[in-house]
């Protein structure tokens, strides 16, 4: 196993003003270590532990203490409100 891998990320609703260089895909790419979660790759990111946060990847529902592969899609988004 390699020292790191590079994820791509999209992030939706509020939590796009946490790209380190917004762009009209709200996409980025960044390198964590090998073994780093969901949770740490949200960490790089800046996005407060607290906010509630969906995480997809490659497509299917995950938790944050996911260990993620190189070339992983991480799709972050907060729950929508309903009443």
Excluded: W
């Excluded at 196993?1 to 009209?24: F, S």
């Excluded at 390198?31 to 906010?51: C, F, M, Q, W, Y």
């Amino acid at each position: 196993m390699g020292t790191a891998i590079e994820i791509e990320v999209r992030l939706y609703h509020a939590l796009k003003k946490y790209l380190p260089h917004p762009n009209e895909d709200f996409l980025c790419k960044i390198t964590l270590p090998a073994g780093a979660t969901v949770a740490e790759a949200a960490n790089r990111l800046k996005i407060p532990s607290d906010h509630a946060t969906l995480a997809f990847v490659n497509g299917n529902r995950v938790e944050p203490g996911m260990v993620l592969r190189d070339g992983d899609r991480l799709t972050l988004m907060q729950p929508a409100g309903g009443g």
